[in-house]
């Protein structure tokens, strides 16, 4: 004899029944929703501000695994029995068909009102969700979780098998990858000139960590150097005549830097002797140089200037000889853009004409161009604009050659000796335009 499975349940029992479990997996989509969507940089900043919920969902994202495959064992066994119970039901009312029936009104309901509703809610608003329902999911991974960890050792066992990771670190390029994104997404919503300035100097700071010291120096064709042998009032004149504070010393030649002299100390030296420089010995005022290698990396040198209280290095390369100078301003300018005072020599290096294009100084940084006109020109294979044109060109330029590369085209102008003095440069939408 065939044993037959009798199942009577009155429809206002089973009808709750059935709601209960879609409430009951509605609730559990928009926790591994929320879980999944919340942003871990904020909880933790509220966390902080000393926000209880915050730092429950923060407990909740340490275990994430967990976490999700408790939520999901028991969304599925509640969509299980919200299935079954539906089909016995049916079954019990139309036979066969109640079946077809079943599976039809299930599948609409379950899809609808248990997952995409709920989860779309959640995923709109992931943080505040979380925050929600982070005591609730607390208390569902403490009755699931020892079931849940089960099924997780399980799944990360097979994926053990396909050699897949399952480990939740993440390498330093993942982390810089995460954290220029967010930057790039920040202030996305703005329509004012704050947000491309803060991603800049927010981008600029990461950069720190990248750059060297070669890249934002001042190269030594540009560097005011004064011979220390001269006479003291030959010293104060060229002091004087030059829009900086700190000027190196040197003897014999320019790579023999033996000194840096401060304005402020050849003036006190110059009043304690009462106006009688003859009697100063610059020896004596001048204080030692500090000498950097130029692949420092910005950030090391940015600690180091903090470190000895000092504004002031004097960059050499792997020979000694002299390549320029660093100060503490021309790694601010790196973040903030740059600083000009009513004692800096105010040349831009760019004049912008009507045309869209642009006719600039070969000295002028690849940096500083991209970050003024939002441009991508590669940064890592020359400092300056026109050590772009060199490297691309693989040849000294003739006046009046023109080179097109990376969209743009760049057009000499003016040459001294063997170096670029100036160019024109026309960006893809000005070439674009005139076509």
């Not at 139309?94 to 248990?114: D, Q, S």
């Not at 540009?222 to 010393?249: F, G, M, W």
Request: aromatic share 6%; charged share 20%.
């Amino acid at each position: 004899m065939d044993a037959e499975l009798h199942f009577d349940l009155p429809l206002s029992i089973a009808v709750p029944l059935v709601v209960f479990c879609l409430l009951l997996a509605a609730y559990l989509s928009a926790a591994e929703t929320a879980i999944t969507g919340a942003s871990r940089p904020r909880m933790h900043r509220l966390a902080q501000q000393g926000n209880k919920r915050a730092t429950m969902v923060n407990q909740l994202l340490d275990r994430k695994d967990e976490t999700v495959s408790a939520v999901l064992l028991g969304n599925n066994v509640v969509n299980i029995f919200s299935a079954s119970l539906t089909t016995a039901v049916l079954t019990a009312l139309f036979g066969a068909a109640g079946i077809v029936y079943a599976t039809l009104a299930i599948g609409v309901m379950v899809v609808i009102f248990a997952e995409v509703m709920p989860k779309t809610w959640a995923l709109m608003r992931a943080d505040r969700v979380a925050l929600t329902l982070a005591p609730s999911i607390l208390f569902t991974v403490a009755i699931l979780g020892p079931l849940a960890r089960g099924v997780a050792w399980i799944s990360r066992f097979f994926l053990g098998l396909m050699n897949v990771r399952t480990d939740r670190s993440h390498d330093a390029a993942e982390h810089s990858d995460l954290l220029r994104g967010a930057i790039e997404l920040h202030g996305a919503d703005l329509t004012d000139d704050a947000a491309p300035a803060e991603k800049a100097m927010l981008r600029s700071v990461l950069d720190l960590g990248d750059r060297t010291v070669g890249d934002v120096m001042t190269h030594r064709g540009n560097v005011a150097l004064i011979d220390a042998d001269q006479p003291v009032e030959a010293i104060v004149t060229q002091i004087l005549a030059a829009p900086y504070t700190r000027i190196p010393l040197y003897r014999g030649e320019a790579d023999n830097v033996v000194g840096v002299m401060h304005a402020k100390d050849l003036f006190r030296a110059i009043k304690a002797a009462q106006g009688a420089t003859d009697s100063v010995k610059i020896d004596t005022v001048m204080t030692p140089p500090w000498f950097i290698p130029e692949s420092t990396i910005l950030f090391d040198q940015l600690e180091a200037f903090r470190a000895r209280h000092e504004h002031f290095a004097i960059v050499v390369d792997e020979y000694g000889a002299l390549r320029g100078i660093v100060t503490l301003e021309d790694i601010i300018e790196e973040i903030v853009g740059d600083i000009e005072d009513e004692h800096d020599a105010i040349r831009r290096g760019v004049l912008r004409r009507d045309d869209g294009s642009l006719l600039c100084q070969g000295d002028v940084p690849i940096r500083d161009l991209n970050r003024e006109f939002g441009w991508g020109l590669p940064e890592g294979v020359a400092t300056t604009i026109a050590g772009l044109v060199l490297h691309e060109a693989r040849r000294i330029p003739e006046v009046g050659q023109t080179y097109a590369f990376y969209g743009f085209r760049f057009e000499i102008l003016k040459r001294e000796g063997t170096r670029i003095a100036e160019l024109r440069i026309v960006p893809p939408a000005a070439i674009q335009a005139a076509n």
